[in-house]
């Protein structure tokens, strides 16, 4: 981009009051790591990309679903069952052309992490479940790097900046532990799996969050670190706590690589699998050609379905049958989802390079959504 | 004394938004949070942080009239 584009792409900012060209050029130096590319993510994405955000990192291994597109702003109807962290990257690059978008189309463990995260100068949390939220914090904390929380809940969330600096008066900066120390178990928290949310409230979360990001790059204003914000949209309300580092929480946390490589932080209340897709994108890859689906009902369960090319293979026979399954991707089903979730775990045990799918809710789910339409 | 408590997320479908409680002028934070179990049965058993005067407490603190307590559950939506 020569000087005039560049000049005219970001005037609007430019010319603010303790901004300018100084504000412009950090913020290309800049390199962002955001954590999901969903709800949150999406508006974090948009608007870091517009700002000029020299280059940004995109985590997330699912694909577009339906249920997604009343709150995820950068897919489309014609996007559902492409991966996320792709759709997202090729609509980026139509905004912004100039930011260097490196995808990761994987799930954040404590095995990739670190690696990935040393990359970046400062990290955002858009993730959507527990697990991922404390080993984005605890790897954030190893490496010194701050990040940026949001989180939401039906109609309201919560923001702050982690990580950040040591206050004056404490020791070191104070992170999510300091609030929650332990993952909750499953039913520490309501409605784990299926709490609902409305389409604005990431929107809104995610875009406070960009606007950290972007204080925390270029200097102005003053970063929301040391204290939760709370925001609920049914009252337009906001609170803020303040937060002080926890002493006690710091034997929580892994010192190294390799002590992190031997936590586990899929016990806790865990939202969203990643092996189970939904309906409309068991629909949508039907017209995939690296896609084998299996149906791991036993012979002769009803209803028998039409439509779309598959192979029968009864869950107790599968251990012994693996070989027949040589596609790219595998998509398993069965009348409730319940086995072929059991089938799932059973191929990932056998073969953890498998791409492996559990059509969510089984076939049962699938007719509702199938007559809905119709 | 009253001291006022806010809920925040899933809690208010357990207490509602806010309630007033009057607790004896020796009250700590932990006694009413066992008052508040006894009232609300379900609350023992979720995950939350509690604030006093919007600052996160982990501890057993005294109470003072007019403090203002919050229940805070983690949030893992995105």
């Known amino acids: 981009m020569n000087q005039q584009e560049f000049y005219n792409r970001y005037q609007r900012q430019l010319i603010l009051k303790d901004f300018g060209m100084p504000a412009q050029q950090k913020l290309q130096a800049a390199r962002v790591l955001v954590v999901g590319a969903g709800g949150l993510g999406c508006p974090v994405l948009q608007y870091l990309c517009g700002a000029g955000v020299g280059t940004i990192g995109i985590v997330d291994d699912d694909v577009v679903g339906l249920s997604n597109l009343h709150r995820q702003v950068l897919y489309e109807t014609g996007d559902i069952g492409k991966p996320k962290a792709n759709v997202a990257a090729e609509h980026l690059s139509k905004l912004n052309p100039d930011i260097r978008i490196t995808q990761y189309g994987e799930r954040l463990t404590n095995k990739n992490a670190p690696g990935i995260i040393a990359d970046y100068d400062m990290i955002v949390d858009g993730s959507d479940n527990f697990p991922t939220r404390y080993l984005v914090n605890d790897v954030c904390v ?18 702050s900046v982690f990580n950040w600096r040591v206050a004056e008066g404490q020791t070191r900066a104070v992170h999510y532990r300091d609030v929650f120390a332990q993952q909750p178990a499953n039913d520490e928290v309501f409605n784990c799996n299926e709490a609902g949310v409305i389409g604005v409230l990431p929107a809104i979360i995610g ?167 119709l | 004394m009253a001291i006022q408590v806010l809920f925040f997320g899933q809690l208010t479908e357990i207490a509602g938004n806010a309630v007033g409680v009057d607790v004896a002028a020796t009250g700590t934070l932990r006694g009413l949070e066992q008052e508040l179990w006894t009232q609300f049965p379900l609350l023992k058993d979720r995950k939350y942080a509690l604030s006093v005067n919007q600052k996160i407490i982990k501890e057993d603190i005294s109470l003072a009239d007019g403090d203002v307590i919050a229940f805070l559950p983690p949030f893992s939506g995105g």
């Open chain 1, 142 to 159: 190893m490496l010194g790097k701050p990040f940026v929380y949001g989180a939401i809940a039906q109609y309201q969330g919560q923001l």
């Open chain 1, 207 to 373: 875009t406070m969050m960009a606007a950290e990001v972007v204080k925390m790059i270029t200097g102005v204003g003053t970063v929301c670190a040391g204290e939760l914000l709370t925001y609920d949209m049914l009252s337009q309300q906001v609170h803020k706590f303040v937060i002080v580092p926890d002493t006690e929480v710091d034997q929580l946390l892994p010192d190294t690589a390799n002590e992190l490589y031997d936590f586990e932080y899929d016990e806790g209340c865990t939202t969203g699998n990643v092996f189970e897709i939904e309906p409309s994108v068991f629909t949508a890859w039907w017209q995939r050609k690296d896609t084998v689906f299996v149906d791991v009902r036993n012979a002769g369960e009803q209803p028998l379905l039409k439509g779309f090319s598959h192979i029968n293979i009864p869950l107790a026979e599968l251990e012994d049958r693996v070989e027949e399954l040589k596609q790219h991707n595998i998509v398993l089903f069965c009348a409730s989802g319940k086995r072929s979730m059991k089938a799932v775990q059973l191929l990932n045990r056998l073969d953890d390079q498998l791409n492996v799918y559990s059509l969510k809710g089984g076939i049962n789910n699938w007719q509702q959504t199938q007559s809905s339409l």
